[in-house]
């Protein structure tokens, strides 16, 4: 079973950053690929941002250029470094990530919310 904890949302203003961290843990026989994703109220989860174990990152468009993923192997922790934030970056942002069994897990998400 892996646990995935997120940490670093918040309150922000228009064109303020924020960094999210995701730390895995639990009995891991390995980790693939993490990501975030993301939820504003009413809407669907939607991707962010994902990141392979080799470190290839994929980026939905209304993030790419603003958000940057990276990953720390040795500490099985990712960090979305969020700027230029905008209203509608606004939701809860889940972390999940994929063991090498083919199983999924999601954190419990954690919220950020964007000022205009």
């Known amino acids: 079973q892996m646990r995935l904890v997120e940490s670093g949302g918040g309150l922000v203003q228009a064109g303020g950053s924020l960094r999210l961290s995701c730390a895995a843990s639990?009995?891991?026989?390995?980790?693939?690929?993490m990501g975030w994703y993301r939820q504003a109220p009413g809407n669907q989860r939607e991707l962010a941002a994902t990141i392979t174990s080799g470190g290839v990152t994929n980026y939905a468009d209304s993030v790419k250029g603003r958000f940057i993923l990276s990953r720390d192997n040795a500490k099985n922790t990712i960090y979305l470094q969020m700027n230029s934030l905008k209203p509608e970056d606004t939701g809860v942002y889940y972390c999940?990530?994929?063991?090498?069994?083919?199983?999924?897990?999601w954190g419990q998400g954690t919220q950020v919310t964007v000022s205009s």
């Open positions: 639990g009995s891991i026989l390995g980790i693939g690929t």
């Open positions: 999940n990530g994929w063991d090498l069994g083919g199983r999924i897990y």
